[in-house]
Nanobody
């Protein structure tokens, strides 16, 4: 079955950086676009970034453009989210996601807290 496992979250000061990872299994990873979403306390889950199956034309939410970079390693079945210049408003649980056979799958999420 499809499994997505995020890691790499934590507490970071404003202006700092973190790299999130998402290990995927249960499907042909290299055949699917992968996405990152986030959900802040009291808010709805929101889109962050997407990377196509070949790692080409990535796309970002305006709120993270120029600060976050999504990448993937198809040999390792892993997608990454490099986050830089972090702001307190980036505090959220971050999820990776895949749309597989018309169903969207989610990982368990990893907490990112940006605070001094």
């Amino acid at each position: 079955q499809v499994q997505l496992v995020e890691s790499g979250g934590g507490l970071v000061q404003p202006g700092g950086s973190l790299r999130l990872s998402c290990a995927a299994s249960g499907f042909t990873f290299s055949s699917y676009a992968m996405s990152w979403y986030r959900q802040a306390p009291g808010k709805e889950r929101e889109y962050v970034a997407v990377i196509p199956r070949t790692g080409g034309s990535t796309n970002y939410a305006d709120s993270v453009k120029g600060r976050f970079t999504v990448s993937r390693d198809n040999a390792k079945n892993t997608v990454y989210l490099q986050m830089s210049s972090l702001k307190p408003e980036d505090t959220a649980v971050y999820y990776c996601s895949v749309l597989h056979l018309a169903r969207r799958y989610w990982g368990q999420g990893t907490q990112v807290t940006v605070s001094s």
